[in-house]
Structures are given as C-alpha cells and as structure tokens.
C-alpha cells in the first residue's frame, strides 16, 4: 500500500491484479485498486473531480480524467474517510498510475488539488 497527505487529505492505495478478467494471451491484464480518502482538515471537502495518468510497461501514456469517482461525488466529513475500489487494464504486465482529485472546501468554496501518490500494477508472476 502507498499513501500520500496533500492539502490534509490522506489517500491510501492498494492494488490488487485480477487474474480471472485477464488474458495475458491477447495482452490484457487487469487489476483493481482501492482507494481510501481520509479527510484531516477542520472543514468537509466535496470531490468534484479525477483525473489520472496511467503508464504501460510498454511506455504508452494514457490520460482519464471526469467527475466524481465511481458515480458518485462524495462529501467527506472532517475526521471522516470515504473508500472506493476501481479497476484499470493494461497491455503489459507492469504498470503505473497516479493523478489528482479536484477537490471544494466546503466552508468557503474553495477549490484545492489533492495529489493521488504514484503506485504500480504488477502481474505476481513478474515479481520472481
């Protein structure tokens, strides 16, 4: 697991590959992540935005970036946490991702940027 605190939120992520949606045959390897947003401020923060930059062991760079993370734009009370599990697919065995959250205090409306830490993606095999 990798963590990271920017602008007081804290997020964690781990990484798990998913075997079973994979079919390194045809160059597709797929995993999950879980992420955990804890917020450390004083004030609620509402996640407005994501976006992330993923990177193939292959060198091919990919941008996603929309609103909220899945479907939702979640409000984060001070002290509070909120956690959700996603999935990216690669065309490699490794792999890395990393972005940011557009974020809004929600006491005086101000838009900040929170930082997602850099974590990789690699298939279990690849680490023997």
């Known amino acids: 697991m990798v963590s990271k605190i ?3 939120i804290e997020v964690s992520v781990e990484t798990f590959y ?3 949606y994979s079919n390194p045959a045809n160059h597709e390897f797929m995993f999950a992540y879980r992420i955990t947003i804890e917020n450390h401020n004083l004030f609620a ?7 992330w930059y993923i ?3 292959d060198g091919q760079n990919r941008e996603v970036e929309g609103d ?13 946490q909120f956690q959700y599990v996603s999935g990216c ?7 890395r ?9 929600l006491h005086n409306k101000a838009i900040f940027f929170v930082n997602i830490p850099p974590f990789e993606m690699i298939v279990p095999f690849k680490m023997n």
Do not use: C, F, W
């Open 6 to 8: 920017s602008e007081g």
């Open 18 to 20: 998913q075997a079973e």
């Open 45 to 51: 923060v509402k996640l407005l935005q994501r976006k």
């Open 55 to 57: 990177l193939d062991g």
């Open 68 to 80: 909220g993370v899945v479907g939702v734009q979640p409000v984060i009370e001070s002290g509070k």
């Open 89 to 95: 697919n690669l065309r490699t065995e490794i792999g």
């Open 97 to 105: 991702m990393h972005g940011q959250y557009k974020m809004e205090n």
